[in-house]
């Protein structure tokens, strides 16, 4: 199985704005993207990912988490082109969901294009788990337990094709929200989990649900054979973790706690789920990034809180909540930098391309991959 990416452009054309838009100012940049919205009014879609910067979600008509977008513009009724700022995964999400079978019925078979302003904005993540690398994994793994006994459960930040994967095998998608649920649905099926391509949300769901850390061996894609582990190793196991990471949330470290508690006693440490187990230990609240802009509304003024997610969604919450006083807890920049890639210069020259009717990046899931990714996202939103 393998994902299309369907660029509609010619072979030839860039992929990235020439000039006259890498030479064009924010300003006249901005008018020209609002000239677009204002000509397709609400057949039009931008969505942000609240990782985005500043000046991106400033163009954008909602904002969201990756799977919240894609389900909020597959729910409007006048939308006829979706444009994702946000990274290659979640614009595969957004056109599986968007242009899924009743979709497309309701729209007598037309497709709603989802662009990606810059095809460059991927993520680490989701890269560190080819689905060959799956697949032989699995191959291997089925030579020491009984792989009929496993289910997959792949984290949305993955490529279609590993959701697909899960699709076909009685596995499921989960979300940093709802990983717990996801993995006690597992359990309550089958008595192992194979988990991608974040070790640190498996590990860290996993040990909030009581599995000890000895059956939770961690599976090496790049190690000479059975992932690195031991034939025992893997029949003890509970959870078969991928050796895989966020680039942004691997960044913090425990340290970066203790030097804030020490200078702020009363501080507050709130971190995502994908930062690693030593973090989310010293941590006082865990959560999702939903959970982390839910947490920051509801407290009172005068909170102080240190907050271990990307740097772009951490300044935007200094800059809303004024009346508490926000830190980021590294001292170190940590953004999602392929997310970055996408700025105004991309939005305007893509949202110029879909209006003269050659649209650039468009993302297109091919259709067996779709089918099964879909099957797996569907096993998610019905576990409660
Ligand atoms: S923050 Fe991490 S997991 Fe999220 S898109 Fe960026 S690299 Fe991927």
Same mark, same amino acid.
């Given at each position: ?25 924010? @300003?006249?940049?901005? /008018?020209?993207?609002?000239? &677009? ?32 977008? %894609? ?7 006048? +939308?006829?082109?979706? &444009?994702? +700022? =946000? ?9 599986? &969901?968007?242009?899924?079978?009743? *979709?497309?019925?309701? $729209?007598?078979?037309?497709? &709603? ?25 699995? /191959? @291997? ?5 009984? #792989? ?40 309550? $099926? ?29 599976? !090496?894609?790049?190690? !000479? @054979? ?16 991928? *050796? =895989? ?15 804030? $508690? ?32 839910? #947490?920051? @509304? ?39 930098? #392929? ?26 899931? !091919?259709? /067996?991959?779709? $089918?099964? %990714? ?9 576990? *409660?």
């Amino acid at each position: 199985m393998s994902t299309t990416v369907k660029d509609t452009s010619a072979e030839s054309e860039p992929r990235f704005p020439l000039p006259p838009y890498k030479s064009l100012g924010n @300003e006249a940049l901005a /008018e020209r993207i609002a000239a &677009v919205r204002a000509a397709y009014g609400k057949e039009l879609l931008i969505l942000g990912h609240h990782y985005q910067q500043d000046e991106v979600i400033a163009h954008s008509d909602l904002r969201g988490d990756s799977l919240q977008l %894609s389900q909020m513009a597959a729910a409007s009724s006048d +939308c006829r082109a979706i &444009v994702f +700022c =946000g990274v290659h995964f979640m614009a595969e999400t957004a056109d599986i &969901v968007a242009n899924r079978p009743e *979709k497309l019925a309701e $729209r007598d078979g037309l497709r &709603v294009p989802v662009i990606l302003p810059d095809m460059a904005a991927g993520c680490s993540m989701a890269d560190m788990a080819a689905i060959e690398q799956v697949e032989a994994a699995w /191959e @291997e793994l089925g030579e020491v337990i009984d #792989t009929s006994d496993v289910t997959p459960v792949t984290y949305i930040n993955s490529a279609a094709s590993l959701k697909a994967f899960c699709g076909q095998r009685d596995g499921i998608v989960c979300t940093s929200s709802n990983a717990a649920a996801v993995l006690e649905w597992a359990f309550a $099926r089958k008595r192992r989990v194979l988990f991608f391509p974040d070790q640190h949300l498996g590990r860290n769901t996993a040990r909030a649900m009581g599995i000890p850390l000895e059956q939770m061996p961690v599976w !090496d894609p790049f190690a !000479d @054979e059975l992932g690195g582990n031991d034939r025992a190793a893997l029949e003890a196991s509970r959870v078969l973790l991928w *050796k =895989g990471h966020c680039s942004v949330h691997q960044m913090f470290t425990e340290q970066h706690v203790e030097q804030f $508690r020490a200078k702020f006693p009363e501080i507050k440490i709130l971190v995502h789920p994908e930062c690693p187990m030593e973090v989310v230990d010293q941590a006082d609240i865990v959560g999702s990034t939903g959970k982390i802009l839910r #947490t920051v @509304e509801e407290a009172p003024a005068g909170s102080q809180w240190a907050i271990g997610t990307e740097l772009h969604m951490v300044n935007r919450l200094k800059t809303e909540h004024p009346e508490q006083e926000i830190h980021f807890l590294s001292p170190i920049v940590c953004m999602c930098a #392929t997310m970055y890639r996408i700025d105004l210069a991309h939005l305007c020259w893509t949202l110029e391309n879909l209006q003269a009717d050659t649209p650039t990046n468009v993302i297109e899931v !091919d259709e /067996e991959v779709a $089918r099964w %990714s879909l099957l797996a996202l569907e096993r998610m939103l019905e576990v *409660k």
